[in-house]
């Protein structure tokens, strides 16, 4: 893990600058929100091809299905609260129904959009675009995950909704062997004790709090689940099979999300008890985004705690 | 109320955002600041309410659709008395009673939860539904910004008005030309909003935004007309009352620095 911190939202608008180079035929839509969802980076590198929609996410949806028809690639933009919430029906019949290959990057997902409060705080876009079929869904743990997965999201053919974060974090990826899958989950860490499956910045956590572990002499591993949807069935139930005991965390309710895509495997294949830490269906509330994590027992310390107590 | 009166108000609610923002360390000040002028007629001068007992039933009602301009409608609460000035130096922060965006349930004086836009005009036409339903005789404001008039649920909503004879409703548009990304004509025209309105059948009125006999004209028009709901297209200014930050889309959402902010608060209180 090195030092530097970066907001995969920030990735989001670098990435697109670099995927522009290599494929002109991409597009951005925004929604009112370059400065924060970071597609201002892209449209100051090609202005001509941002477009800014204004204040309206449905109608944008629609202007994206349309464009994806003719043969061109929008990356549409805005938070994951008017993305996948306001303008759910609209990805899911004008984008999901015709699998129409529009890549939806939505930044601001969970509780560490902080000072906003609850109405920004999207602790639901996971279980919303998992049930569309044939969406993709990848929530990237770090800068250098959320680039490949938007070159990813690029060369699969047909809807993919990216979850980009406000909150800089640390880099966890920086390995000369990192490879970015769709549909590949990545073990960070091997444990015999207990499996953490986690997502999003909650890996990075989730590794801190495995190693807090190894401390007090338990051994706990801790797959990387980037892509929700298709989760990687084989590493799951291959991790619940090996250590008897999962855990998933999640920056998300632990309803619908990771924790119910990680049971829904399970249930069918290898039935193993689960315990879900993430956002406890309650809703969010103002406050410093590190302070709220911590609250909800999403930072290391919390993971830590309710993990090696779970273990006893 | 007298007009001198209502402008000392004002001041005194510009200067308390600003010293909650400082506090907070994050939010709106723009959208805060055009709207000072309409919040306080609204609730100095022609609003039926009891601060005392924010619940009444027969109360008027105010959405601030454009939830994230609410330091200065907290301001304005606290100023009548709905909740103690001390609280105002926590907004945004952790267990706060002032949510970043408005919370019903936490702030005593919120009639509506918001901070998604586009969606407090269907509420007031609800609401005002309810009350003709029920032959109450409270009314209904809502508070539209004009970016946030590039939600197609505000026209779904305008039509609703017409339809269901909301005399009881009046809308308010922050008219201040800017959104985030730059102005309304370049992000999204929206011009000319008051033909757009007058072909919705609604009745229309164009005013200063910070002239207070314009309001409470306005206000007293709406009141007096029956049949159709009526809209206030309030011109005003982004970032009024602080000099550089008037007309300046950068301080939509931005807090200024330490020097700047001592600017303010002496064109603020030097006004005052
Ligand atoms: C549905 C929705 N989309 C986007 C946002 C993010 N957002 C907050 S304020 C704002 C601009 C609002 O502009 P305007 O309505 O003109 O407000 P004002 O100028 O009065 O501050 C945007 C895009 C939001 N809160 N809700
Ligand atoms: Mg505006």
């Known amino acids: 893990m090195t030092a530097a911190k970066i907001a995969t939202r920030e990735s989001y608008g670098n990435a697109l600058v670099e995927l522009y180079k290599k494929h002109n035929n991409i597009i951005v839509l925004d929604a009112d929100l370059a400065a924060a969802t970071k597609t201002g980076i892209f449209k100051k590198a090609v202005p001509d091809r941002h477009y800014d929609c204004g204040i309206a996410e449905a109608n944008m949806m629609g202007i994206a299905a349309g464009i994806s028809t003719t043969g061109l690639v929008p990356f549409v933009s805005t938070f994951a609260m008017f993305a996948a919430g306001r303008a759910f029906e609209q990805v899911r019949n004008s984008i999901g129904y015709p699998h129409l290959n529009v890549k939806i990057g ?66 966890i990826n920086d390995k000369p062997s990192y490879k970015f899958e769709i549909g590949k989950g990545v073990v960070m860490r091997a444990g015999k004790d207990a499996t953490i499956i986690a997502t999003g910045l909650c890996v990075g956590a989730s590794i801190e709090a495995a190693e807090k572990m190894a401390q007090k002499g338990l051994d706990v591993g801790v797959i990387n689940i980037h892509t929700i949807k298709p989760i990687d069935k084989e590493l799951v139930i291959e991790a619940a099979q090996k250590t008897g005991k999962i855990i998933t965390v999640e920056e998300h309710s632990i309803i619908g999300g990771l924790g119910s895509a990680v049971c829904e495997v399970l249930s069918e294949n290898c039935p193993t008890p689960v315990l879900r830490i993430g956002v406890n269906d309650c809703f969010g509330h103002s406050g410093p985004a590190v302070g709220l994590l911590h609250e909800f027992g999403l930072d290391a310390e919390g993971i830590d705690k309710k993990v090696s107590e779970y273990l006893k | 109320m007298d007009i001198i009166e209502l402008k000392k108000i004002a001041k005194r609610i510009r200067l308390s955002t600003m010293q909650m923002l400082e506090k907070a360390g994050t939010g709106h000040p723009g959208g805060a600041l055009s709207m000072v002028e309409i919040l306080v007629t609204l609730y100095f001068e022609k609003m039926n309410i009891k601060p005392h007992e924010p619940n009444w039933k027969y109360r008027d009602r105010l959405i601030l659709s454009k939830g994230h301009g609410n330091p200065s409608y907290y301001a304005v609460l606290s100023e009548k008395g ?27 004086g919120v009639d509506m939860s918001t901070g998604s836009l586009g969606q407090g005009l269907s509420i007031g036409c609800g609401m005002a539904i309810a009350a003709h339903m029920q ?28 339809k269901y004879k909301l005399d009881n409703l009046t809308l308010i548009v922050d008219y201040n030309k800017l959104q985030i990304n730059g102005s309304n004509e370049d992000v999204m025209g929206i011009a000319p909003l008051d033909k757009k309105f007058a072909a919705f059948n609604w009745n229309v009125i164009r ?58 608060f002496r064109e603020l209180e030097g006004d005052i």
């Open chain 2, 207 to 264: 005013i200063n935004g910070h002239d207070f006999r314009d309001i409470r004209n306005a206000l007293e028009m709406a009141c007096s007309t029956s049949g159709r709901p009526t809209v206030i297209i309030a011109d005003t200014i982004k970032g009024k009352g602080i000099s550089f930050m008037e007309n300046n889309p950068i301080w939509h959402g931005k807090i200024p620095d330490r020097v700047q902010f001592e600017k303010i």
């Open chain 2, 82 to 108: 709905y909740f103690a000035k001390e609280k105002l130096s926590t907004l945004r922060q952790y267990g706060s009673i002032l949510q970043g965006h408005p919370d019903m349930n936490t702030t005593p």
């Open chain 1, 106 to 171: 939505a930044t601001h997902a969970g509780i560490s959009v902080g000072e906003d409060g609850a109405t920004h705080q999207c602790n639901e876009d996971i279980a919303l675009m998992r049930t569309i079929p044939g969406m993709v869904v990848i929530n990237p743990s770090d800068d250098i995950e959320a680039r490949a997965a938007v070159e990813a999201a690029y060369n699969y053919d047909g809807p993919v909704y990216m979850r980009f974060g406000r909150l800089a974090i640390p880099i």
């Open chain 2, 135 to 162: 032959h109450e005789k409270f009314r209904v404001y809502v508070i539209v910004g004009d970016g946030e008039l590039d939600e197609g649920q505000n026209w779904e909503a305008l039509m609703s008005a017409v």
